[in-house]
């Protein structure tokens, strides 16, 4: 618990009573200030919910259905004087449990790890330096800095603010963002009006500020209503749902099925008591009771396989939900290029030159990009900020420019921030003179429509027809090489205008040039969109930039064919398609240029109208509802805000589009893993129903109940978890995607487990009947039987190990799978051998499970007998693939 923290109406007093009281001067704390305080107030985090110890885990455990029916098959037997019996059960309930408590903690510490990954940063200001620290290192009186996208870490007072925004719903449940202003505010006023505090949590929608820290951790307006907040994502996915869906219809079935068994051996004379006891081992042995701890820790251990793999999952579901992706809609800048951009070409005056051209300092191009940008720079010369501002600023420093010093002489005194809508930004400096100078720079078609006169070698006239269509034929020239092109524009004014926006300063421009950058692709991106191609998935890039930069660069990525300029939609075409037209329309489209953050909704519902699984990735504070609408919303680690990290099922911590793509592989790894524990457990449950079943039918007793609950025990789980770490099999991203309808029974699975477990009792029940009719010589009566059962038990437990490795694909050989291509598995075979077999060759158990000595040929038969579904299951899968099942 932190120290108590001083809480008092900062919003009544002036900023400086404020800092004086926190101590905190322009440079912000020092470091050193900040870890003494760090040590005295703790974190700045939410004080957890509570968290269960671990007995309680594994008690809640006991609350499951299956268990429960479990646990009264074991007191059933306790009670008959089956004392071994009921011994075993308690085993099998146990060792769920404690699988269950396993898996819990699988889960969590997954769920912690990304957490701690996703943790959120924040930008402070230390010692001088802007440094971006984790939210949760803030400390009271630490200066933070705000803009567009942060989500804010700590209760703040604010000392700065700039056309600042912030939406609060969080706590007050007032969506419409509540502009921040620097005035004070009455003793009494209620939380939403207290407009120069930014409260903790709530997320800066525009514009930018400062604060100071006046609360952290459970010391915010936020810890008090902490309970509140949903931070865990425990929620359980669809699969898991299905699951807990289908163990309790099978456990019902089962149930039924056993009561079924009971009743037809007593009407065959069987004893009561003895048919009871065989009964209630189906049912064990049949309930596949692991099945939910399995299918969690496999899900649990893909998030961690994801993780080594720049992709950090949010959610449990998205792990599902990405192998089942059919559509990923991608931003161009800094997702599929690099996000490193140089300036190549510069236009003014009515013409293009190259940068290495002798160009004066002097044009207001020049003037423009510097002023007009927010680019910070560091003590030790680096360069902060927007990749595509950074670049201007660099362009500056080569050309000689010292800007820190025309900025002293013009300093900046206000603003109109970049929006992604808007595609602009404005800045206002004072002249000596006493009038301002007003420097707009944005998307070349944006601009053009503001300005209505133009600068050619200094001298300023009326804008003609004629020069716009140089304009944009100099535009086009430049788009056309993948160049993104901005234009830059200016103004005198004679005051600063009284509301800061577009309407009132981004109008009457004189138009002063462009630049060209170019921003590489990544080196490795068109491989990925082909591997994606490959995998039946459609690639969409989405870009703010002008069409013919979009085009030229989808072309050079393989997202489209050369020429190909009607896969090419612009934002302001897409205004003009009804919801029914677009949506309609939208397979043809494979690149959006010019588009806003909300025609990204719009995007997403269309092709989720045509039922596709669809991902979106996105990195601005608009970007939120879009990553929310998609099914796998995929936020930026590196450059995206954290209102939109938080949005995102998934963040990519290289920003990398492949990184997408190796997700998807993992996804469809995952699930087709716990699609071969789910073959391979239901089969060998069926196997163990279906022989005992038509045996009581036969008049036959095959196993005890004691050998029937130890296979269950020592074959079921070991080999499943096992098949869960299997390999992604190799063509894994060569097949279509397995679309939104589908279970863990499609593609081919339902159908395996029903033939397989049909075979795997077949051939248990013929080693019974061919162990009865040759015992061992001098075996007869009950001895005879007793050869029968042994060799029985030997089959139905084998023959399970052996068909793990069937499991390990639906319709591949195990040859071209690789026999022993998982170690695991191999290791937990040889482990459930060795418990199986070591029944019947440890002398002193023998008498306990009541199995006897086998001949050599009886152990053949056994052994050879259970070894046979690899040969039948190899066939039957050659026939499939000759049949063209892939
Ligand atoms: P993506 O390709 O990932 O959608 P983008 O960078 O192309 O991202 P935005 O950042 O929304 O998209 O930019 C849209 C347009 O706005 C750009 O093409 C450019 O013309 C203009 N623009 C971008 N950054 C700035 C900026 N800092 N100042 C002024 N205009 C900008």
Redesign the pocket.
Known sequence: MSKEQLRENFYAQDVETVKNKFGVTADGLSEVEAKKRFEEYGANALEEGETKTLLQKFFDQFKDFMILVLLAAAFISGALGELSDAFIILIVVVLNAALGVFQEAKAEEAINALRQMASPMARVKRGGSVVSIKSEDIVPGDLVLLEAGDVVPADLRLIEANSLKVEEAALTGESVPVEKEMILVEDDAPLGDRVNLAFSSTNVTYGRGAGVVIGTGMNTEVGHIANMLANAEESKTPLQENQDQLGKSLTVLILAIAAIMFVVGLLNGRDWLEMLLTSISVAVAAIPEGLPAITTIILALGTQKMAKRNALVRKLPAVETLGGTEVICS?????LTMNQMTVEKVYYNGQIHDVSDDISLSIPVMKVMNF?N?TEISNDGRLIG?P??TAMIQFGIDKGLKLKEELVKEPRVAEVP?E?DR???STIHEQATGNYFVAT????DELLKRCTHIDVNGEVREMTDADRESILDANHSLAVQAL???AMAYKFVDAVPATMDSASVEHDLVYAGMIGMIDPERPEAAAAIATAKGAGIRTIM?????RDTAQAIATRLGIIEEGQSGAVLTGAELNEQSEEEFARNVEKYSVYAR?SPEHKVRIVKAWQNHGKVVSMTG??VNDAPSLKTADIGVGMGITGTEVSKGASDMVLADDNFQTIVVAVEEGRKVFANIQKAVQFLLSANLGEVLSLFVATFLGWTILEPVHILWINLVTDTFPAIALGLEDAEADIMEQKPRGRSSNFFSNGVGGAIIYQGILEGAITLFVYWWGSSNPMLEHTGELAHMDAETMAFITLGMIQLFHAYNSKSVYKSIFQVGIFSNKTLVYATILSAVLLLGVILTPVLNTFFGVSQLTGLQWAVSVGSAFAIVPIVEIVKAIQRAMGKK
């Not at 989405?542 to 002008?546: A, N, Q, R």
């Open positions: 931003d161009k800048t800094g997702t007009a927010d927007d595509t501002e970049f992604s595609k602009l930004m720079k944005g998307a070349p993104r092109v901005l989405i870009t703010g930039d002008h588009v990195d601005g």
